[in-house]
Antibody, heavy 113, light 110 residues
Framework: QVQLVESGGGVVQPGRSLRLSCAASGFTFSNYGMHWVRQAPGKGLEWVAVISYDGTITYYGASVKGRFTISRDNSKSTLFLQMNSLRPKDTAIYFC??????WGQGTLVTVSS | QSVLTQPPSASGTPGQRVTIPCSGNRYNIGNNTINWYQQVLGTAPKLLIHRKNQRPSGVPDRFSGSKSGTSASLAISGLQSEDEGDYYCAAWDDSLNAWVFGGGTKLTVL
């Protein structure tokens, strides 16, 4: 069955960087676009970024554009999110999702001094 | 403030039919298909409706979606206690080149 497992979350100071990973299994990863979506504590869903099946096309939400980079390694069926210049408002659970259909359980990122 | 507008709450009694509206504009709902998600507390969102009212395998036919112009709605018939949770609409926005979500509607089964 399709499985997505996020990792890499944790507590980080404002201004620092963090890299999230999403390991995919149970489907042909290289055939599907992949997304990151986040949810701040007690808040709604916010779309973060999407990458095409081959990694050539990316789009970002306005609040992360220029600071976050989405990428993928199809040989390892893994999706990444490089997060730079982190801010307290970036504190959230980060979910990866295949074409916004199947979602992982998320990884918590806390930005705090 | 979310690009797509949903009421913060909705409620119904068991067996009742409830609808959750989602309002957007010509760049998102008006020009693209809508996804609807259910999120039960503490779990990942689950896709209920996508494309033109398509339900993924395992989603009961009690859930249905519709769209008219720049508005969409999710209907849940035969309401059950297990339907309690938060519901979100989402669509691609052609002007923002981004996916946009509604703020979410908390459904309570009375």
């Amino acid at each position: 069955q399709v499985q997505l497992v996020e990792s890499g979350g944790g507590v980080v100071q404002p201004g620092r960087s963090l890299r999230l990973s999403c390991a995919a299994s149970g489907f042909t990863f290289s055939n599907y676009g992949m997304h990151w979506v986040r949810q701040a504590p007690g808040k709604g869903l916010e779309w973060v970024a999407v990458i095409s099946y081959d990694g050539t096309i990316t789009y970002y939400g306005a609040s992360v554009k220029g600071r976050f980079t989405i990428s993928r390694d199809n040989s390892k069926s893994t999706l990444f999110l490089q997060m730079n210049s982190l801010r307290p408002k970036d504190t959230a659970i980060y979910f990866c999702a295949t074409e916004l259909k199947v979602w992982g359980q998320g990884t918590l990122v806390t930005v705090s001094s | 403030q979310s690009v797509l507008t949903q009421p913060p709450s909705a409620s119904g009694t068991p067996g009742q039919r409830v609808t959750i509206p989602c309002s957007g504009n010509r760049y998102n709902i008006g020009n693209n298909t809508i996804n609807w998600y259910q999120q039960v507390l503490g779990t990942a969102p689950k896709l209920l409706i996508h494309r033109k009212n398509q339900r993924p395998s395992g989603v009961p036919d009690r859930f249905s979606g519709s769209k008219s112009g720049t508005s969409a709605s999710l209907a849940i018939s035969g309401l059950q206690s297990e339907d309690e949770g938060d519901y979100y609409c989402a669509a691609w926005d052609d002007s923002l080149n981004a996916w946009v979500f509604g703020g979410g509607t908390k459904l309570t089964v009375l």
